[in-house]
């Protein structure tokens, strides 16, 4: 199974700063890895795919590098809507595993 | 408008039994692999089980392989998964997700709490 790591686990930022999020796999993905934000008491929404590309209608402050191993998510300008539990995903290898969150806060 | 909604979480004892519905509308049921997922409190995410399009093939996570079974009506456009011998670690919001053309999960419902206590 592939474990994928999250960091940091919690990232405490103002908005308008950047916030740059990584998740590195315990293998490679090839480019086989997507990006989720979750806000409480909320499902998950589909950010990012492919490693680095926007699904539809994701404001284009969001965006997403890497392949292999390493993956990196980047919000430009935080909003306050931005706030939230962010989780990577691989559909490289099966199962199909989760990274563990990092959750961007308002510091 | 895509939807996907849960039903039947719920209060069961360890051992029970219990089964999920997933209604979808808005799409094309029988085109597409719908999974479920489950999100323990306070904990991430957690693949838990996903069928093919037509209902032929059908995936499990090993932590429930043999307890839970999962099937869908296309006539129906429903989802479910049947969940048995529960324990408290199985105890999480689920959630249906479907699986869109980029191969990752583009539409989720907003899930059903699953709550395994005496």
């Known amino acids: 199974e592939i474990v994928l790591t999250q960091s940091p686990a919690t990232l405490s930022l103002s908005p308008g700063e950047r916030a740059t999020l990584s998740c590195r796999a315990s293998?490679?993905?090839?480019?086989?890895l997507a990006w989720y934000q979750q806000k409480p008491g909320q499902a998950p929404r589909l950010l990012i795919y492919d490693a680095s590309n926007r699904a539809t209608g994701i404001p284009a402050r969001f965006s997403g590098s890497g392949s292999g191993t390493d993956f990196t998510l980047t919000i430009s300008s935080l909003e306050p809507e931005d706030f939230a539990v962010y989780y990577c995903q691989q559909r490289s290898n099966w199962p199909w595993t989760f990274g563990q969150g990092t959750k961007v806060e308002i510091k | 408008e895509v939807q996907l909604v849960e039903s039947g979480g719920g209060l069961v004892q360890p051992g029970g039994s219990l089964r999920l519905s997933c209604a979808a509308s808005?799409?094309?049921?029988?085109?597409?692999?719908i999974y479920w997922v489950r999100q323990a409190p306070g904990k991430g995410l957690e693949y838990v089980s996903s069928?093919?399009?037509?209902?032929?093939?059908?995936y499990y996570a090993n932590s429930v392989k043999g307890r839970f079974t999962i099937s869908r009506d296309n006539s129906k456009n429903t989802l479910y998964l049947q969940m048995g011998s529960l324990t408290a670690e199985d105890m999480a919001v689920y959630y249906c997700?479907?699986?869109?053309?980029?191969?990752?999960?583009?539409?989720w419902g907003p899930g059903t709490l699953v709550t395994v206590s005496s």
């Open positions: 997700a479907r699986q869109g053309s980029s191969g990752f999960f583009d539409y």
């Open positions: 293998q490679s993905v090839n480019n086989n």
């Open positions: 808005g799409f094309t049921f029988s085109n597409y692999n």
């Open positions: 069928i093919s399009s037509n209902g032929a093939s059908t």
